[in-house]
């Protein structure tokens, strides 16, 4: 939920983006964020692997996003 929130409000501060509807599923092993062009699957190592969403998707266009996050300045 933390990265969930994290993405939210990087892409809410950068791009006045906002998600679809509210996170979900409530997991503590996979959450997924609605974008309605795009979608944010967040999910542990296990989880990941039984889903094998790399596989169902192998043909889609992979994206770059490493430049949407802000770092938090040190304190």
Known sequence: Q???R??????KTKYKRL???PVGPESRSWV????H????HIFTAE???YY????????????DISDLFIP???T
Do not use: Q, S
Not at 37 to 40: G, P, Y
């Open 72 to 74: 938090d300045p040190v």
């Open 47 to 49: 989880t990941r692997a």
């Open 6 to 11: 994290d993405i939210m409000k990087c892409l």
């Open 52 to 63: 094998n969403l790399e596989e169902l998707w192998f043909e889609a266009k992979k994206v």
């Open 19 to 21: 998600p679809l509807g």
């Open 32 to 35: 997924l964020v609605d974008y």
């Open 37 to 40: 062009d795009f979608i944010v």
């Open 2 to 4: 933390a990265l969930a």
